[in-house]
């Protein structure tokens, strides 16, 4: 097995720093390693497999020499350097929106489509933290009983909205228990004109809204799992509300199936050996999965699986995963593993 | 107007206080105030319109002469208790779920069915709270484009639980905060063989699992919405979900109508001069229901309503309420209103 060049760019962020500790962990076969990011992070000492690397500006002249490159620093930065990095050789696992919905761009979850990879141009999309471990839940169930109806609603931690987010919620939950004042800053999105409290409340806001009265969260559920399923017809629906909990994504899901008739025991069954999936569905005793529990994480948890009391086709189930992880650098090095194990990268 | 001899039995929990608080708030027309309690609370001295009483031991005999009698001191106070106070002439008004599927028993949330309370037998029950919120929010839909379907996943408060809950929730948060040890011992439900982390947590459990995978709290929702809406077909699915949150239950709904073809301004415009619901809804603002906004308020707040963007009659929701005041106290307070303008207290 050959060495790979790799650059990991938004080495500094939330999802870099968990990026760098999977690759290690997985042992991923890495020839070299530069990291990048923005001109303000640059000169940074990060520490990979005992040896100190200094943190370079992402430029388009840094990815020389790079075959496979990780970007997780933003869209706007996915959109300047990814073509870039293509251009000198590069494949380009996108962790950002930038060109997810892009028909040229497959958008892959390996436990769903790893095949897609086959047709990549370059750039290989990872989708959204709150859509990767929906469908890796569902694609079981789709496989088996056909899929006709996703109704979801989700209990997002503020991880997903970065290191600065995180800090919000801390100091704010201080203030809040001491009696202080303070005021909202940052959530529930940075970059829109009103901020709310997010200790001790739960706010149906994540990412900007569209016209259609959807957040951007919720249309890229809605449309990332058409295509990661390769399911145009599929109905789709979501509510995005983002919760006071660090890392750990949870989700309440109804669907239809396609065939009725399967019962919550065989649907457990498959799930227990699904691949990324690991059931935790014992009501009896109080197991099912919990955000808290699922940090630190590779896999999807999946549990309080129950027959919809009115419909024959209706099922309901609770989906945790770690945001950071499987919701994206997990699913980012995972990919760079199919490439690898299908022989994809030159 | 005559004058009412009232009782409160669980004065000093966290729902007799906001009931005695609400009474106080709407001038309710009291002759003479009866605070009752466990004989742990009992001497206990609470203040009423600037007068002090002395809570009593609630026994058969407290509630001689008395006409209205507000209980929320749990199930088994209610069963004990709630049939002495009415063979002493009493009206119950219950908060517990002792009675609410009880076919002699009315179940009422005042904006939907005030009218059921004219063949009660002594007993009132008040709905489970996040039972009516929702019900509240769906009732003018009903009325007018017919209802098929609900699909509801809850964010709910730990109030609901009770005052050690809450402090439970504090004090976890500071110890997780400082880095300090600590062991759950009241969450999800302190009846339960186990307990988990709230703070900065999501748990889909609230109260005990049926045999069926579903928990009483979810049943609670399924069964006395279709009781309080007079709609035994009515298809309702719940998942319950308890939340590092004060005060104030969130809710994300999905529903179908009979009729589909309202258009959302259609629905916003319905829910605007509904009674008992504040419509908000500007998403372009950022304007929607935040539980840490409604604390203190008897409205049920509605906003984020969305077209379905797959079924003509689909709809999309968030619904917020205070848990102890619409969800508890003041629909009681209200039932008890509304028996005077009935003229149903003899």
């Not at 059931?279 to 999965?289: I, S």
């Not at 009115?310 to 699913?331: C, E, F, P, Q, T």
């Amino acid at each position: 097995m050959s060495n790979y060049h790799v650059a990991v760019v938004g080495a500094t962020g939330a999802v870099g720093q968990q990026m760098l500790k999977t690759l290690e962990e997985r042992d991923f076969p890495i020839g070299s390693l530069k990291l990048l990011s923005s001109k303000r992070s640059a000169g940074k000492i990060i520490s990979f497999k005992g040896k100190e690397y200094t943190v370079e500006e992402a430029t388009p002249e840094a990815f020389e020499g790079v075959q496979i490159a990780l970007f997780s620093a933003g869209g706007s930065v996915s959109k300047a350097l990814a073509p870039e990095a293509v251009k000198r050789g590069a494949i380009v696992v996108d962790n950002t929106s930038a060109f997810r919905m892009d028909s040229n761009v497959p958008l892959v979850v390996p436990e769903v489509n790893e095949k897609a990879l086959t047709n990549h141009n370059g750039i290989i999309a990872n989708p959204n933290c709150s859509t990767i471990q929906m469908v890796v839940a569902l694609e079981p169930i789709r496989e088996k009983y056909g899929l006709k109806k996703v109704v979801v609603s989700t209990y997002q931690a503020v991880s997903g909205a970065g290191l600065e987010a995180i800090e919000e919620m801390k100091q704010q939950t201080k203030d809040i228990l001491e009696g202080n004042e303070f005021t909202p800053e940052i959530l529930p999105v940075g970059g829109d004109k009103k901020h709310y409290q997010i200790a001790f409340n739960a706010i149906p806001q994540i990412d900007l809204f569209q016209d259609n009265g959807y957040t951007f969260e919720e249309m890229k559920m809605i449309n990332e799992t058409k295509k990661i399923m390769e399911m145009a017809g599929l109905e789709v629906a979501a509510t995005c509300v983002r919760l006071p909990v660090e890392t750990g994504h949870s989700e309440s899901v109804y669907i239809e199936t396609e065939k009725g008739g399967a019962t919550v025991a065989e649907l457990k069954e498959l799930l227990a050996t699904a691949p990324g999936v690991t059931l935790q569905d014992d009501p009896a005793n109080q197991v099912y999965p919990l955000a808290s529990e699922c940090v630190g994480k590779n896999d999807v948890f999946v549990g309080r699986i129950r027959q919809d009391l009115d419909r024959d086709n209706g099922y309901h189930m609770w989906i945790v995963s770690d945001n950071l992880l499987k919701g994206a650098a997990w699913n980012s090095v995972q990919i760079a593993e199919s490439l690898v194990k299908l022989d994809l990268l030159s």
